[in-house]
């Protein structure tokens, strides 16, 4: 009795991947085995590796603008803050903007949470002389807080803002704005 050698492997390698796979079905054993001696490839008996992500690293990253978005912390909603609340804010602004100084330079860099913003033009009509206190500050809009607790989210594009600072009117143009208030302080004008 003749026994083929390429048989006595087949069944040999089916056996050996069986064993270290008992998961695996009969037919997916067979299919695997068949594959391997047509291409001659290799058979993992085993998943490879997978490198684990470690958790610790994962809380320690900060949240991404669209995580923000999703999460709704970069919107600010009717209600959540009062005028009353904001022009406290309004007075430790205006007391950092006199040690900062009057200079073109130091204003536009300036930050603007606290301040009573008035559009004075607007490509939006219905905006035309809303004001209020700045409770929040994005990359393309100011949201404003007005004296009746409603809130507005101005676009600074194609705006043109003004504020007061100790009797002297400034006014700022929107497009010159047009940073997230952190890239704003530390860019050089």
């Known amino acids: 009795a003749v026994v083929s050698t390429q048989s006595t492997g087949k069944s040999f390698i089916f056996n050996t991947i069986k064993d270290a796979n008992p998961q695996k ?13 047509k291409t001659n490839s290799h058979i993992f008996l085993k998943e490879p590796y997978k490198k684990k992500t470690s958790k610790k690293n994962c809380a ?12 709704g912390l ?14 406290l804010i309004h007075k430790l602004w205006c007391e950092y903007v006199t040690q900062i100084g009057f200079k073109h ?5 300036a930050d603007l949470h606290g301040c009573f913003l008035t559009v004075t033009k607007t490509t939006c009509p219905p905006l035309l002389r809303k004001s209020g206190i700045v409770a929040m500050e994005s990359l393309n809009t ?11 989210v101005l676009p600074k594009r194609g705006s043109v803002f003004s504020f ?23 860019k050089k004008v």
Not at 26 to 37: E, Q, R, S, T
Not at 60 to 70: A, G, I, M, N, T
Request: hydrophobic letters at 40%.
């Open 105 to 109: 330079e130091d204003l536009a860099r």
């Open 60 to 71: 320690k990253q900060p949240l991404s603008h669209k995580e923000r978005r999703q999460l």
């Open 142 to 152: 100011f949201t404003i807080v007005d004296e009746h607790d409603k809130v507005h």
């Open 25 to 37: 079905s009969d037919l997916a054993v067979a299919n695997l085995v068949n594959n391997h001696i």
């Open 74 to 87: 970069d919107t600010l909603k009717q209600g959540e803050v009062t005028f009353k609340e904001l022009a």
């Open 164 to 186: 007061v600072v100790n009797d002297t009117v400034v006014n700022i143009f929107g497009n010159n704005f047009i940073f997230r208030p952190g890239e704003r302080i530390l």
